[in-house]
């Protein structure tokens, strides 16, 4: 075999070394999430969010969605995943219909929170975010034309 | 606003309690998993596959954490990473791209079908997706002088 475990390293050190890096890794974290999170909330609590999904009810139907689902796009972009399902829980959508907003919701998300890590990342937050916009989106409108009636 | 105040506090420290509590271990698998040689016979293994796509090995363990708990903990990760200086910027945006793209991937499925959808048509689009752009996105990158 090749080279062997580093001998002078215990199993000790090698968990206290990986816990300091934790706590880098969590502050770093903590630093650009805890001021984002107090933004997201912000927005809830306010319901501006509502007022913008009305604006995009009449364009759900490209994507095979009722008007209805407008508040769950809006709720998953800026919020999370969770406030989506609840906004879309109670109005008996096909199972056609949740697989569209699944797919669409899991490449587009949570934006406010997962940018400003992308950008904590130096990962060109200004490439990453309108690319998980437009595919997203593009794929409702593909999804929509490609699924049969139903699933 | 006392609503406000209380529900963004808890909210924050339900957050940060879940952050830290994944994390952590996260940080520690990875130093043991590399101080004991297991990463790179793992990173051996898959090496091929991944560089087709644009992915060095460092960025291996990120990718993986990001897939399975989600984009924030791949970025905790590569944060870490990064200090070190085993991860290059461009490295970090060709992981930005496929996680932005297939992230917290067991959840975030399980969620929408609890509620009706079909399992394999929320993983395999997105999965392909990311494999794609990420190949496009680091030939891009590739070809821009320095």
Redesign the interface.
């Known amino acids: 075999m090749s080279t062997a475990r580093p001998a002078e390293r215990s199993l000790l050190r090698i968990v206290l070394e990986g816990a300091r890096q934790g706590m880098y890794s969590f502050f770093a974290l903590l630093k650009i999430m805890a001021p984002v999170y107090v933004f997201v909330s912000l927005l809830k609590h306010l319901e501006i969010l509502g007022v913008i999904s009305d604006h995009l009810t009449p364009y759900m139907k490209y994507f095979g969605l009722p008007g209805g689902t407008a508040l769950a796009i809006v709720l998953g972009w800026a919020i999370n995943i969770y406030a989506a399902i609840a906004a879309f829980a109670g109005l008996g959508l096909t199972a056609r219909q949740v697989t569209i907003l699944g797919v669409m919701l899991g490449i587009s998300h949570t934006h406010f929170m997962e940018t400003a890590v992308v950008a904590r990342m130096n990962a060109r937050p200004w490439v990453i975010f309108p690319l998980r916009m437009i595919v997203g989106l593009a794929m409702g409108f593909l999804l929509n034309l490609l699924l049969p009636e139903t699933l | 606003m006392i ?2 105040v209380v ?2 506090s808890l ?2 420290i339900k ?2 309690g879940l ?2 509590v994944i ?10 998993s590399r ?3 297991i990463l790179e016979r793992i990173v051996k293994r898959i090496a091929p596959a991944i560089e087709i796509v644009g992915f060095k090995k460092d960025s291996v363990f990120p990718l993986l954490a990001g897939i399975l708990f989600g ?2 903990y791949g ?6 990473e ?2 070190k200086g085993r991860i290059s ?1 461009d490295q ?2 060709l ?3 496929f996680l ?2 297939f992230h917290a991937v067991i ?3 399980l ?2 079908v609890a ?4 399992w394999w ?2 993983v395999l ?2 999965f392909l ?1 990311a494999i794609v ?1 990420t190949g496009i996105a680091a030939r891009t990158i590739g070809r821009r002088p320095k």
């Open positions: 609503d406000f529900d963004t909210g924050l957050l940060l952050v830290f994390i952590m271990p996260l940080m520690i698998a990875l130093e043991v101080g004991y040689g984009i924030s970025a905790g990760v590569l944060i870490g990064t200090k910027g970090a945006f992981v930005a791209v932005g793209l959840e975030d499925t969620l929408f509620q009706g959808a079909v048509i929320l689009p997105r997706l752009l």
